[in-house]
Every structure is written in structure tokens, then in C-alpha cells.
């Protein structure tokens, strides 16, 4: 039986898109825990010393959104211009609109329709995966790169490598083989990791860090072995980071919100959208449908697919 190779990457919470995303979805969860039937679609950009927040939001909801972007920046750790935004003195744009009328009127009819009246936000599709080849049903690949992703967040928070600054990205590749169309993991052919720093960290001392504190707590020993290659900031410096680094924006990580590359994608991305738009409300549910055929044994992997027409209920 031959083997085949495949890759996953994941972002930390302080990589520009990723910032974007986590700001989006703050202010939409302050409009949604005031006003449930709030019709929120969000949208944020940052770039060095500036973030801006905009899009379209029709709420009853008394919402901050400067107080919200700089708590959510301060919160993930950027508290000064060095690590690559100062959450408190940074520029902060807003530009938000009320929701268009004429998507209210064939979405949810101003408010008047019954729930199960309430039709898509618009059109699309959207896609469910699940494997059985971890407990969470989903690809290895994208299990061990989300978790390597959350560890360096861990360990620089809880101070294990202060060294450590908010932005930075892994990546895993996982030999597999294919067993009459399950994917059963091998071994991790591949680790990279390329996270910011200080400039007081040796480029050593950043290896042996993220293998001790990072890879080790995280992959399996069984994937392991002595053939598994790592790449532990190849680039060889990653002072500058976050906004100063890179320009960010909400839902350039669609992938890495859902399956890794597995499956398959509609496009559409999740941050900042309330309910009524599919992007986010359809994948969920799909998710779930696949979920459920996998654990109750009726396949080892599943796909499962809907599609929706803006204003109509039922996909």
C-alpha cells in the first residue's frame, strides 16, 4: 500500500488575519449578548499603529467598537509598538453601516418573519468533513498544527518562554496511508514552526525551547522518528510581527478555520457574521451532519455539502 504526503498549517492569535478574525467576532458576540436578532457582518484591517473596523450592523445594542478593538488587542498581547501594535495608542477607524434594506426585507422581512421563516443571508455553499482518524474526527494534519499554535500562545502567556511574542504560524505534514478510502496517519514527516521573538533569544535557544515546550507536550511519540525533519524558524529572525509585519484582514484564514485542506470549501468565512449568513451557520451544521455519521460508525470519513439562495429558508 502506498503512502502520500499531506500539510496543514495553523496561526497563532497574534498573526495579523487572525487578529482581524478575533476582533470581528468580539464585536459581534457584544451585539449578539445585548441583541440577540442583531444583523451583523463585521469586517477588520490593520496595518502598522492602526486598526479599522467595518461593514454592516443593524442592532438595538449599545456597542463600544474602540473599546472593544483595543481590549481584544491588549488581550492577545499587544500592549506596545515593539511587538508589533500598542493596543491603547493605536489609530482605531470605524466605519459601519446598517444592514442594506433591501437584504433585510428578503432575509428576515425587518424583523417581522417567524424564525423558521428567516431566510439565508445570501448565496453559497458550504461544506461538513470528519474523519475517524482522531477523537475530535478530524484530519491529523490540522489537529497537530491548531495544537502546536495554541501551545505557543500557552507557553508564552504562563511565561515558560518568555521569549515568546504574540504573532507566528506551524505547519505539519503527516505521512498516510489510504485504507480503502480511510485515512489512517503514519507518521509526521515534517515540523515547521516559525514563531516572533525577542531580540534577546538565541536562534538556538529558540529550537530547544519549542522542542521542549512545544513539540514534545503536543505530537505523539509514535509519530515520530528519527527521519522526522524540523524546521524551527528557518528564516532565521522574526523580531518585527503582527501589524508591523504583515497587513492584516478578517477571513483570509478560511482554511485553517476548517478541516486544513481536507474536504473542501465554499469560500465563504466565518468571523464577524451573526447567524442568518450561511458562511458560518451552514458549514456549522454540515460539520455537524459529518460528525455524526462518523461517530455513529455508518463511515470512517465523510463529506457532506448544502447550498443556500439568499432570502429562501431551506437549503
Known amino acids: 500500500m502506498e503512502s502520500f504526503l499531506f500539510t496543514s498549517e495553523s496561526v497563532n492569535e497574534g498573526h495579523p488575519d487572525k487578529l482581524c478574525d478575533q476582533i470581528s467576532d468580539a464585536i459581534l458576540d457584544a451585539c449578539l449578548e445585548q441583541d440577540p436578532e442583531s444583523k451583523v457582518a463585521c469586517e477588520t484591517c490593520t496595518k502598522t ?18 473599546k472593544i478593538v483595543r481590549k481584544t488587542c491588549r488581550e492577545i498581547g499587544f500592549v506596545s509598538a515593539d511587538v508589533g501594535l500598542d493596543a491603547d495608542n493605536c489609530k482605531v477607524l470605524v466605519n459601519i453601516e446598517q444592514q442594506s434594506p433591501d437584504i433585510a426585507q ?17 448565496q453559497g455553499h458550504m461544506f461538513g468533513y470528519a474523519t475517524d482518524e482522531t477523537p475530535e474526527l478530524m484530519p491529523l494534519s490540522h489537529v497537530l498544527a491548531t495544537k502546536l499554535g495554541a501551545k505557543l500562545t500557552e507557553v508564552r502567556k504562563n511565561g515558560t518562554c518568555a521569549w515568546l511574542r504574540p504573532d507566528g504560524k ?92 481536507w474536504g473542501a470549501h465554499g469560500g465563504g468565512a466565518f468571523s464577524g457574521k451573526d447567524p442568518t449568513k450561511v458562511d458560518r451557520s451552514g458549514a456549522y451544521i454540515v460539520r455537524q451532519a459529518a460528525k455524526s455519521i462518523v461517530a455513529s460508525g455508518l463511515a470512517r470519513r465523510c463529506i457532506v455539502q448544502v447550498s443556500y439562495a439568499i432570502g429562501v429558508p431551506e437549503p
Do not use: W
Not at 450592523?57 to 463600544?64: F, G, L, S
Open 170 to 261: 506551524t505547519q505539519v505534514t503527516v505521512e498516510y496511508l489510504n485504507e480503502n478510502g480511510a485515512m489512517v496517519p503514519v507518521r509526521v514527516h515534517t515540523v515547521l514552526i516559525s514563531t516572533q521573538h525577542d531580540e534577546t533569544v538565541t536562534n538556538d535557544e529558540i529550537a530547544a525551547d519549542l522542542k521542549e515546550h512545544v513539540i514534545k507536550p503536543v505530537i505523539p511519540e509514535k509519530y515520530l522518528d528519527e527521519k522526522t525533519i524540523f524546521h524551527l524558524n528557518p528564516s532565521g529572525r522574526f523580531v518585527i510581527g503582527g501589524p508591523h509585519g504583515d497587513a492584516g484582514l478578517t477571513g483570509r484564514k478560511i482554511i485553517i478555520d476548517t478541516y486544513g485542506g
Open 49 to 66: 499603529n492602526m486598526v479599522m473596523v467595518f461593514g454592516e450592523i443593524t442592532t438595538k445594542a449599545d456597542v463600544d467598537y474602540e
Open 106 to 122: 428578503g432575509v428576515h422581512g425587518h424583523l417581522t418573519k417567524k424564525p423558521e421563516e428567516v431566510g439565508a443571508g445570501d
